[in-house]
Each structure stands twice: as structure tokens, then as C-alpha cells.
């Protein structure tokens, strides 16, 4: 089997043992994260060709974490912080640059799996990095892992029916006869309620409102089957009055197929509604994970007390008072990361360590982790 | 209090498309007192942003303003000539921030020549290059930017940034009302409260009007002392803010408020079913009566008037008819 790159298995092996040991992780456990980073070199000025420098985008900068089997885990923040690359790197339409990304798949692409040579790397964890970077190992993926974008408008080709655009994953992977094909698109429109399936069938993108729109992106991807979805900001470029119809969707067709979702938004409020857990993202790095209740009612990190305090809500007497929002300043470039904690230069309980050291993540409540100098581990 | 800075009477604007006539804005009525904000809610497609268009007289074509009154000061201004319009209204009465307005900045101009611009061309023999670049900085500062960066290009300042830039344009020549047309979409959370805080300050310090554009409930109620829901090119519901998200009338506005996720109480998805309608051929009868689970026959056939249920408190649904 031939490898573009050589992995120390025994290493990565004792490291997700490790790992998984210090953060408690149950047994379900579907996805692991290992320090992974996802950097993107920019483009070189003349300069920085002759000094031999280089800016480099660290959008994901060493995120650790586990998803566990029929789990909503939620990856929130501001734009910038690395969720979305965070989410396509984990499930390989992004190279990684650095960590390991483990996964357990279903015994049927499991066995496909290793009929291509890969063996489990720990338990029945398959190396990720490896997988993905073969041909046939990415494809096969995609029988497992998926992806709904946020964009109705702009993720559906124009030029295709959406009888086409639903079949194409079939016709990729070679399944079924093109009957076959028209029947699973058919089930697929009934999954997503846009009923009969014979209106849709024939009808272009344009032809069809935002909403229903979306609902296709959805139905799309789930057509081959995945076990693993991230939504990247489903809802966020609907209308607020049938978000929550979408979400309930959603809900209901992972509770039919066995799903598990990794859910990316900037919206903490929404996030709250369907999330088992969160995790805040800051430029490229977790600053605090936890149970949904305990992020919303008891948040921790200077950032996440932030983003909360800047939630709107229908209440009209707000407008008598400012809005007081404890942080400073604005995020600073992913190419100037600031030194220590790079939350420092925005944070207004910032000490002299926070502008030096990189603060590690410590367990302040059970399951609930913050990293930042504020708590300290206890040796 | 004196009449209203701003009397909406009857208002139509509709787009004649090669489709079929789109009924935007159809038969709305709305005031703005001084130193009031009125918030706009509606969600895509309910004519809001056509609306604010209309109050500028910029409505592009084909659309067009075909009835009712514009009233800014008891002047209709629709009857004003274009000239008038440009000389003593757009820009030094009323003035708009657009909607993505960020991406509305010339990118090969600096920020301080585009807003000096503004004082050049509706001020010409008032002010010299030098003089214009200067109101420039003070601008600058009072929407929160060091005034050195007027000669900064928009592409060096941040989305938050740009938005501040924008607002300071709108300003410039002290309007007495200033349309702001989903002002904060695109922004991150915290930028938003920022550039909130920013428009509250100057409300607060210019006695200004406002009319707050946008499909954010939450955003509307953190501003308006008035709100207007429109749907489907019509007013359905109107009054001080605190009368209609206490006690919210209309079925659509209802169905909006409980489907906004909030930070506490009870975890559940709520939605409205159904979509707008298409506003060339909206049905007949009260528009929203295809998704509303109050419909009845009359709903069907009439369009309800505008029923005061309280002081200050209006609505347009058959459920609040006297027998």
C-alpha cells in the first residue's frame, strides 16, 4: 500500500490513549481530535522571499477534543476563529498540517477500510490523516462523513435539476441503476418534507425559496448514507421564522439514520436549543469546552462571558440602557497571533503571565474545561 | 408633542418586472416623531428594504412609487422636484446606511476622501479640499476611529471599522433622520454590540431619528421605542415597542417573537410553517393567512384593516374585529 507519509503509530496510539484517559472520555467515542492544526501559508511578498519569511494563517492551532457516537457537538465563535477549517479538516476536504484526527467508522466501511490495507491505528480507530490521503480511502470516507454548507444559494449548482443534484453522489460512488438512483432521490425529498417528490424533481435551484433551498443541501448530504455530519452554520443565512423548522429536521432525521453532528455557528442562543456540548473557539485554539447548560448559565472564559454578554434578546427596555460587552479592542489578525493567551490584548482581567505563557486547559467542573490563566491547575 | 418629523400616508411602491408586477410596498402608514426610532421588522422579501429606498427616493428601477405621501415636515416630498430632492433633502434631512454597506466603500480612495466627498459635492461653495478632509477626521473620532487613519484605504480597516466609516458618512451633514437598513448584518456579536452602542450615543447626542431596518426581532427591540412588523408589503402590526413584544397581537408577529432561540427557559423549536408569498400574485384576503392557524373564511376573502386595540397599539388581523 503505498503511503505519501510515514506515521509513528505506536505514538499516536499511546497519545489517544493518553489523551482520552485525562479528558474521561466514555466508551462512545466516535472522533478524536489530537492537537491538530491546520495552518495556511500566504502568499510571499517580494520581501519575504528575500528574508526567507513567511505569514502563515494559523486557523487551527492545536484543538483537541473528542465527539462521542449520537452526540450534537457544537464548535462556536466569531468569524475567524477557525470553526469552519476546524470542521473541514476533520473530515478531510482539508489537509491537515499537523496532529491526528481519529475515527470509528461502521463495521461495513470499516471492513472496506482495511480491504484497501488500512488497519485501526488504536482500538478501532482508523488514522484519518493517513486515509485521507489516499484516493481511494478519501472516497470512501465520504460514505461516512459529511458535510451541509451554509450557503442555499450558492452551494447548489444553478445549471442542474434538483433530480441531479441529489442523484450525483450515487452516480459518483456507482450506485444503483439510474431507477435505483430516481427512487433513492425520491425518499431523499420525502426525508426533507417537500412533498410530492415529483414537483421538485424537475425544478431548478432558482425556482425554489431559501428555505427549501436548504432543505436539498441537506437531503444531498445524506444521500450516500454518512454517519458523521458537520453543519457548517446551517440555519445562519435563513429567516429566523423557519430556522428552527430546518433544526427540527435535522433532529429528526438524525434520530432516524443514527447521526452525529459536529454543529459549527456563531449563534450561542441557537446553539443552546439542540447542543449536548460546546466548545468556544478564539483564533484557532478551544478556549473552553463543556455541557451546553454549563456554557450558557456558567461560562468561564473571560471570551465566552463576552460573547455572552453581547447576545441580543426581544427585550424592549434594553434600549434605555448601553450594552456593556466586558472586552476590548478586536480580533487581531490570524497571521499576529498575540504571545501567552491570545485572548490577552481584548481581555479585561488580563495578567502578567497572560502576555507570556500559552495557558493549558484545566477541568473546572466536571466535563467542563477553560484555558486560562484565571484557574490554575491543582498539583 | 408637535407632529411628526415624518408621516408615511398610504404608501405603494411597486417593481414592474418583465414577471408581473411585485407589490412591495403596498398601502403602508407609519410615523417618526423627533429624536424616536422606529424599528422595521420583516423577514426577506416583505418590502422593508424597499421601504427605506422610497423615503430617499431611491428606489431603483423598475420599480416606482405609484400612490400615497411622503410627509418629512409636513412637506410631501414626493412632489418635490429632483432637484429640490438633492439640494435640501438626500443626504442633509434624511440619509440611509445601506444594507452590506461595508462593501459600498470605493476601495482605490481613502476613507478621508470618500468622506469628504460628501461635504465637496452637497456643500461645494461651502467648503475648500482642506476644510472637507478635516470634518473628515471629526467625523472619524465620533463614531470611535483614530482620525490619522483618514488616510487609510477601506481594505485596511476591519468589517466593524468599515460599518463605524459608513455610519460617519451617513451623518455628515447632520440629517435629521438616518435609515439604517439591517445595519449590523455581517458583523460579529461583539462588533455588533459595539456599533449599537455607537448609534445609541449618537442618537442620544444628536436628538436624531431613526428608522432601524431588520429581520433581527432582537436587534429591533434594542433600539426601537416604536416597532412595525411588515409582511408581505403590509403593516400587520404597530405600536411602542414594550406593547408589542409584551403583548404581541398578530399571529406572524407572535409566531416571530417565539421562534427567536433564547438564552433561558424552556429548550424548544419553534417555527412559522409555510413560506412568504410570492408578492406578484400575494392571496387574497390578509396575506398571511395561508400559514396562520387562525385562518378563517373571511380571512380568506378580505384584507383586514388597521384596528387600534390599545392606545398606540395597532393591528391588522380580523381576530381583533368587533362584532
Known sequence: MPRKRKYDREHIAELAEKTLKELKAPDDVVLVSLHLKKYFPLRRTLTEILTGRRRIVKAVDDVTFYVREGEIFCVAGESGCGKTTLGRTLIGLLDITAGYVLYKPRKEIADALMELGFEPVYKNFFLMNEVYENKKGFKLMRKEMQIIFQDPYGSLDPRHTIQSILAEPLVVHNIGTPEERLERVKRALEDVKLIPPEDFINRYPHQLSGGQRQRIVVARALMLNPRFVVADEPVSMLDVSIRAEILNLMLELKKKYGLTYLFITHDLALARLICDRIAIMYLGRIVELGPTDEIIENPQHPYTKALRAAILEPEPQNRFKFREVPIKGEVPSAVYIPPGCRFHPRCLSVMKICTTEQPTMVEVSPGHYVECWLFRKQS | ?323
Open chain 2, 1 to 323: 408633542m408637535s407632529s411628526p418629523l415624518l408621516k408615511i400616508e398610504n404608501l405603494r411602491v411597486y417593481y414592474y418586472s418583465l414577471r408581473g408586477i411585485v407589490k412591495a410596498v403596498d398601502n403602508v402608514s407609519l410615523e417618526v416623531n423627533r429624536g424616536e426610532v422606529l424599528g422595521l421588522a420583516g423577514e426577506s422579501g416583505c418590502g422593508k428594504s424597499t421601504l427605506g429606498y422610497s423615503l430617499l427616493r431611491l428606489v431603483p428601477p423598475p420599480g416606482r412609487i405609484i400612490g400615497g405621501r411622503i410627509l418629512f415636515d409636513g412637506n410631501n416630498i414626493l412632489e418635490w422636484p429632483e432637484e429640490k430632492i438633492r439640494r435640501e433633502y438626500r443626504w442633509k434631512k434624511v440619509s440611509m446606511i445601506f444594507q452590506g454597506a461595508m462593501n459600498v466603500l470605493n476601495p482605490v480612495k481613502t476613507v478621508g476622501d470618500q468622506i469628504a466627498e460628501i461635504f465637496l459635492v452637497h456643500l461645494p461653495d461651502k467648503f475648500t479640499k482642506k476644510e472637507a478632509l478635516e470634518k473628515a477626521k471629526e467625523l472619524l473620532e465620533m463614531v470611535g476611529i483614530d482620525p490619522r487613519r483618514v488616510k487609510n484605504y477601506p481594505h485596511e480597516f476591519s468589517g466593524g471599522m468599515k460599518q463605524r466609516v459608513v455610519i460617519a458618512m451617513a451623518l455628515a451633514l447632520n440629517p435629521d433622520l438616518v435609515i439604517a437598513d439591517e445595519p449590523t448584518t455581517a458583523l460579529d456579536v461583539v462588533v455588533q454590540a459595539q456599533i449599537i452602542n455607537l448609534l445609541k450615543k449618537l442618537k442620544k447626542e444628536r436628538n436624531m431619528s431613526i428608522i432601524l431596518i431588520s429581520h433581527d426581532l432582537s436587534l429591533i427591540a434594542e433600539m426601537s421605542d416604536k416597532v412595525a412588523i411588515m409582511y408581505a408589503g403590509k403593516i400587520v402590526e404597530y405600536g411602542i415597542s414594550d406593547y408589542v413584544y409584551n403583548n404581541p397581537l398578530h399571529p406572524y408577529t407572535q409566531g416571530l417573537i417565539r421562534s427567536i432561540p433564547r438564552l433561558k427557559g424552556p429548550k424548544e423549536l419553534v417555527w412559522i410553517p409555510g413560506q412568504p408569498p410570492d408578492l406578484r400574485t400575494p392571496p387574497a384576503g390578509c396575506r398571511f393567512h395561508p400559514r396562520c392557524s387562525h385562518a378563517t373564511d373571511l380571512c380568506r376573502k378580505e384584507e383586514p384593516p388597521m384596528i387600534e386595540v390599545e392606545p398606540n397599539h395597532s393591528v391588522a388581523c380580523w381576530l381583533y374585529a368587533k362584532k
